[in-house]
């Protein structure tokens, strides 16, 4: 008799488990689905705004047989004052890195000397900002030199630029 009414309710709990296992999946799991959706979706809303607008070509590697150099007039600019409280000086040597078999060279090329008045207003501005002791570290001036590749880049509107070169001498 035990034995039986052992069976007896291993099959009630049995039926329970199947029973809440079915009312699980009915009631939670389109739930979690929707809530999969949405985080999907925002997700890529998120991803979309974090792209850059400026074209991407089919290239977006370079050789370095395919580069020129185009050297920029060497500047000078007054630094942000730091800790020490002095008037800290830089001499600016720049030079931008042009792909010239980029689909925007033929057009933008011959508009780069015309607009190097604006390139050396984005050099000089970037590194003023900036104190001696920032200009010393490499990760800042990482971070100016890159600032600056993302000026001129969004000045023309293209990628045909593809890297600068900034030298400082500090005075």
Same mark, same amino acid.
């Given at each position: ?14 039926? %329970? ?21 949405? !985080?999907?979706? =925002? ?10 607008? =400026? ?13 020129? &150099? ?16 002095? %008037?800290?000086?830089?001499? !600016? #040597? ?21 607009? &190097?008045?604006? +390139?050396?207003?984005? !050099?000089?501005?970037?590194?003023? #900002?900036?104190?001696?002791?920032? =200009? ?15 000026? +001129? ?7 045909? +630029?593809?890297? %600068? ?7």
């Amino acid at each position: 008799m035990k034995k039986n009414m052992l069976a007896v309710l291993i099959l009630i709990l049995t039926v %329970v488990n199947i029973t809440l296992t079915a009312v699980l999946m009915f009631t939670v799991l389109p739930n979690a689905k929707q809530t999969d959706n949405l !985080i999907t979706r =925002l997700m890529q809303i998120i991803d979309l705004e974090l792209e850059s607008p =400026l074209p991407t070509g089919a290239n977006t590697t370079w050789s370095i047989e395919d580069v020129e &150099k185009y050297e920029l007039e060497e500047m000078q600019t007054n630094l942000a004052k730091g800790d020490d409280g002095k %008037v800290h000086y830089a001499q !600016i #040597r720049a030079s931008l890195t042009i792909n010239t078999k980029d689909e925007d060279y033929k057009t933008l090329g011959p508009k780069v000397d015309t607009m &190097k008045s604006d +390139i050396r207003s984005y !050099i000089i501005s970037e590194t003023s #900002r900036c104190t001696f002791e920032e =200009l010393n570290t490499t990760e800042k001036k990482e971070e100016v030199k890159q600032r600056i590749l993302d000026d +001129i880049q969004t000045l023309f509107g293209s990628r045909f +630029i593809v890297d %600068v070169t900034v030298d400082y001498l500090f005075q």
